[in-house]
């Protein structure tokens, strides 16, 4: 049997994104109450996503929104944690337990050598796009290449 990297890194970065949705799911909760929601978004959904970005970042005049874009595009999967409100209850513990469990999942993926980088800009475009049931929804794009992705990104100055 031979198996090429390509084929190998796809299925790792699909086992990695899988593993970082439990490490979100079992992070610690505030008065153990789960209102964690979690999601793979690759293929021609990433694609989507990215192109999504990119439209509202040139639309809103935002430049990091055109990079970040460029990084989903560029990376093989992207994990979407999100948390969903509940009438009654403290929205603040329930944006800490969001991110322990963003923590957490970004932890999965460092600790297997998975490039990755939370971002706010993805979960914005992914609420927009209703691929999450959640009020407040963050991605993490993760990458198997080279050389990282998400570190020397060009920085982009703003007005």
Known sequence: MLI???????????????????????????????????????????????????????????????????????????????????????????LVDLGIALGSAAKVAGDLNVDNRIMRSIGETAENMKLLQADYVVGIPISIKGKNAFFDRPSVRTA
């Open 4 to 94: 090429r990297s390509d084929d190998a890194e796809r299925d790792a970065a699909l086992e990695v994104a899988r593993l970082m949705l439990v490490a979100a799911r079992t992070a610690p909760k505030a008065r153990g109450l789960d209102t964690i929601v979690t999601a793979i978004v690759g293929g021609e959904d990433k694609n989507r996503l990215a192109d999504e970005m990119e439209r509202a970042g040139k639309e809103k005049n935002l430049p990091t929104r055109i990079r970040d874009a460029e990084n989903v595009r560029n990376c093989e999967l992207v994990v979407l944690v999100g948390v969903g409100y509940e009438a009654g209850s403290s929205n603040e513990l329930k």
